[in-house]
């Protein structure tokens, strides 16, 4: 299966600045999901990326709070737009890997907004 | 509307079987049923699926009744290191994973 290297693996920010978290995968996927997990909760999808389209969000979740980019097929990065407290969680990527669309998840970013 | 239902927590004791159940009543017929575990501030871990058969690979068994309704995961002998929020997620499309609040499972030594 897929390795994927995260960085920052956990940050302490300012509130009202920015974030950008990457996500490299050893191999080429197709696609790459963004996770977030507030704390004592489980995960929720943020978006899929696709290299060479627009990224899809799910309910509750907009691009200019959370834009990411997709430059090719091993790398990916999430920013965390405009920050307060409420962001503060682990945000994981993962990749669809496998012919059973089995998921790889990154090690997360835990992320502290003060 | 929780598209699975899983205990909240289990305790096992070391060595001894795992079976952690999951309610999966509104699975539609092309769903795999996925298992993943998440061991505390790591990124989660894929462990099993299966479709309709039972399935047995290095780390797990799962059992699916027959009517799809359900499954069990089974871990057959627990250690410490197996202490982790297990979760039960019907899918197997692309469209990513919606994780329901899974299962503490604690392994006592």
């Known amino acids: 299966s897929a390795v994927i290297s995260q960085k920052p693996s956990r940050d302490i920010c300012q509130r009202g600045t920015s974030l950008t978290i990457q996500c490299q995968v050893d191999s080429q996927v197709t696609m790459m999901f963004w996770y977030r997990q507030q704390p004592g909760q489980s995960l929720t999808l943020i978006a899929t990326?696709?290299?060479?389209?627009?990224?899809?969000?799910e309910s509750g979740f907009v691009i200019d709070k959370f834009p990411i980019s997709r430059p090719n097929l091993t790398f990916s990065t999430l920013t965390v737009s405009n920050m307060s407290p409420e962001d503060s969680s682990i945000y994981l990527c993962?990749?669809?890997?496998?012919?059973?669309?089995?998921?790889?998840f990154g090690s997360g970013t835990r992320l502290t907004v003060v | 509307d929780a598209k699975t239902t899983q205990p909240t927590s289990m305790d096992c004791a070391e060595g001894r079987a795992a079976n952690l159940p999951c309610n999966h009543s509104t699975i539609s017929g092309n769903e795999y049923v996925y298992w993943y575990r998440q061991i505390h501030s790591q990124g989660p871990q894929y462990i099993i699926h299966g479709l309709k058969n039972n399935e047995t690979n290095e780390m797990a068994s799962l059992i699916i009744t027959e009517d799809r309704k359900s499954s069990t995961l089974i871990l057959p002998h627990a250690t410490l290191r197996d202490t982790a929020v297990y979760y039960c997620i019907p899918g197997g499309g692309a469209d990513g994973l919606t994780f329901g609040k899974g299962t503490h499972l604690i392994i006592q030594p």
């Open positions: 993962s990749v669809l890997t496998g012919p059973y669309y089995g998921y790889t």
């Open positions: 990326a696709n290299q060479g389209s627009e990224a899809t969000y």
